[in-house]
Every structure is written in C-alpha cells, then in structure tokens.
C-alpha cells in the first residue's frame, strides 16, 4: 500500500445535490473531478477515506445551532453521492464538526496504514477543507489540496483559502500535478 491517503470531505446528498438541503451547484460541479482523482488514486494503491457529514437526529448539535439544518441521520441528507463510487475497502467516517480530525478516528486509521501524504478534496475550501487541512498540518501530514475539487460558495473566499493553503499549509496542485506527483510517488 502507498504511504498516501485520499480524504474525500462531505461530498454528501444535503451539500451536493439540487434538492440538498444547503446545496451549492459548485459541489456538483466538483463530482466529476474528485471521481477521477478518486479512479487515479485508486490506480496507486492510495488509501481512500470518505468523511461523512453527519447529526444525530432529535439530539442537540451545537454546530446546528449556528448553520441551516443539514446532514441528518436517516433523512438520506448525510449520504454520500453515489457519483464517487465507494467500495467496500474504502474508509467512510462520520463527523459532526468542520475538521475530519476532530472527534472521529481519522488519525488512527491514517496512521494505522503508516500514511504520511494526503490528499484532501471535497466541500467547503473555507470551513471543512481548511479545518481539515489545518489538523493535517498540525498532525505532521504532507497536505495536497487539488484546486479543481474543492468547492464553496463564492470564487474569491474560495482562492483565498487556497492561496493561504498553498502559502502556510501544504500544497495546492493542479489534477495534471497531481497525477504527475502520484506516478513519481510510486518509484
């Protein structure tokens, strides 16, 4: 196995489909790339992660508090797009808050398979991308952020966070890098 993971954050039902209940046509725009970054990675033996944005149905959140209610359990919001095309040996992790670090097992799982690169894609550059880039940086992970699979709400907050990402961060590549970096990882 590579020393590489794939964390594919919240590319779930509420944030990435028309009917979703906080729905962003950028994160529908993104699908199609993340799935072929998804297909290369796989290509490379890359551990692949699926964070699940998820609350508690009926329980308190406080992050709900402060957002529109969204991914909740059992209303089908929480589910992952079947565009991305999990398997069975893939990794899908539920959080409750913006880092795919914080209070779910995600290091151990990283660690477990000795992963030291991750690649990270998925919605939103200014909240859940760059509270889970900001974890793997602190966690000593080599952070790479494709540029065409990220997405928010706004083209400007969004290059923002990807210029502070590549300035402070880890890596901000194109797709085209990114498969070059994949294959030079491998020899």
């Given at each position: ?32 790339r ?39 359990e ?27 670090f ?26 859940c ?9 602190h ?49």
């Open positions: 196995m590579s020393n590489t993971a794939l964390i594919v954050v919240d590319m779930v039902y509420d944030f990435a489909h028309p009917n979703g209940a906080v729905y962003y046509p950028q994160n529908e725009q993104i699908l199609p993340i799935r072929k970054v998804i297909d290369e990675c796989r290509k490379h033996d890359c551990l692949i992660v699926f964070m699940q944005h998820s609350h508690r149905e009926g329980k308190f959140d406080k992050e709900l508090t402060m957002v529109r209610q969204n991914c909740i059992g209303t089908g919001g929480d589910e992952l797009m079947p565009e991305l095309g999990v398997q069975d040996s893939d990794f899908v992790i539920k959080k409750r808050r913006y880092s795919s914080y209070g779910t097992d995600l290091d151990l799982v990283l660690r477990e398979h000795n992963i030291k690169n991750v690649i990270i894609c998925g919605t939103k550059t200014n909240c991308i760059r509270a889970t880039v900001n974890d793997a940086y966690l000593n992970y080599d952070v790479i952020v494709p540029r065409e699979c990220v997405a928010t709400n706004d083209e400007t907050v969004n290059d923002v966070h990807l210029t502070d990402i590549q300035k402070y961060l880890g890596r901000v590549f194109s797709m085209d890098e990114l498969f070059k970096w994949l294959e030079g990882e491998e020899k």
